[in-house]
């Protein structure tokens, strides 16, 4: 490997641009024994070439099962760890290392820990938008898919740490009645959209149903129609009679809604203080097609935890993916 690549995170190689990239893609994954899994959030592109696209629990599901011998993880740094502790013996690869993300950095792991330790008596409830430091001093981790049922599955009275997206946390805690004590985290794409913006659409579109990642302000999931994780807001769109709908979310998802409902008119709700129509991740926006192609035909640069880590990590992600499995999730 060399250094220009250690330094930039990603094979920084010139790819030809008379290759038929999407081919040659697809014949690397197929020589190498290969799967592409993708996040809603990536380009059109990804999500075209992906073998499997989905939100973060399905991407964990995936993982877990697959019998590849490499995952291409095109989705950020959490969901290649996460890949990476349930298939140890697996090469993990994700096109760019630099594909971090805002949520998971706002909850630093010696910080995390340290208020795990002041409350002894608290289960801890870390989201899947964390690193695996987090997850290794956490006894069960979540999705914005499971989050409620598993918050659920513990006593009314459980005293609980539930960290670290305190919007989705403020939002459990409102439909569980539970007082869960949170972390004060949260996602810089989410907690851009205003509740102004999405008012302002409504007036144009006013038989529209308002989608809402469960990630964004309260005071913008109370606008909503759905509030819901990706795959829980696609599912929504799909089965509802509505013909418009204002999506809080990143737009990525607008790629897999429209495809899968041709007929329905879906509006990217805007960021605030912003002249752009969407808002975009800019961390999962990091990995393109090309990055793709040379980290199949490089084999670089792969996601490693430490196995120390690994091993407390992967009991609270197991026990995720086994409620999840028990509930039909
Ligand atoms: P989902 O699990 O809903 O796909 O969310 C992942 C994420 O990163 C949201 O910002
Ligand atoms: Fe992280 Fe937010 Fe990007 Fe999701 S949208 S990966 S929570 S920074």
């Known amino acids: 490997m060399k250094e220009e690549w250690l330094k930039k995170g990603f094979v920084d190689e010139p790819v030809d641009k008379a290759l038929d990239l999407k081919a040659e893609i697809d014949r690397l994954r197929k020589e190498k024994n290969a799967v592409i899994l993708g996040h809603f959030y990536q380009s059109d592109e990804i999500q075209e070439i992906a073998d499997f696209i989905g939100d973060s629990l399905a991407l964990a599901q995936w993982a877990a099962k697959t019998d590849a011998d490499i995952i291409v993880m095109c989705g950020v740094h959490f969901m290649g760890e996460t890949a990476k502790i349930l298939c140890p013996d697996k090469k993990v690869l994700i096109p760019d290392l630099n594909a971090g993300c805002s949520l998971a950095d706002s909850c630093p792991a010696d910080k995390f820990a340290e208020f795990v330790k002041a409350h002894p008596d ?3 409830i870390s ?6 430091a987090v997850k290794a001093v956490t006894d069960v981790v979540v999705t914005s898919t499971n989050a409620k049922q598993i918050v659920e ?11 670290p997206d305190k919007n989705l946390g403020n939002y459990i805690n409102s439909i569980t009645g539970r007082n869960m004590l949170l972390w004060d985290g949260a996602c810089h794409v989410h907690e851009k959209f205003s509740v102004e913006k999405i008012i302002e659409l409504k007036k144009q579109y006013p038989d529209a149903a308002v989608l809402v990642h469960p990630e964004c302000k309260g005071a913008v999931a ?9 795959a829980g807001l696609l599912k929504y769109a799909m089965a509802s009679d509505k013909k418009d709908f204002i999506v809080a979310t990143e737009s990525g998802i607008l790629y897999e809604m429209r495809k899968k409902c041709p007929e ?3 509006i990217p709700a805007p ?3 912003s002249t752009c129509a969407c808002n975009e991740c800019n961390f999962m926006r990091l990995n393109t097609l090309e990055k793709l192609y040379n980290t199949l035909k490089y084999e670089w640069p792969e996601v490693n935890v430490d196995p120390e880590v690994a091993e407390k990590a992967i009991r609270p992600i197991q026990k995720m993916l086994d409620i999840s499995a028990k509930l039909n999730l």
């Open 122 to 124: 608290h289960t801890v």
């Open 153 to 163: 599955s513990f006593p009314e009275d459980e005293k609980i740490i539930f960290g």
């Open 127 to 132: 989201y899947v938008n964390t690193s695996a």
């Open 271 to 273: 960021p605030e203080d």
């Open 264 to 266: 329905k008119n879906f």
């Open 222 to 230: 109370k606008l909503a129609d759905k509030v819901a994780s990706t």
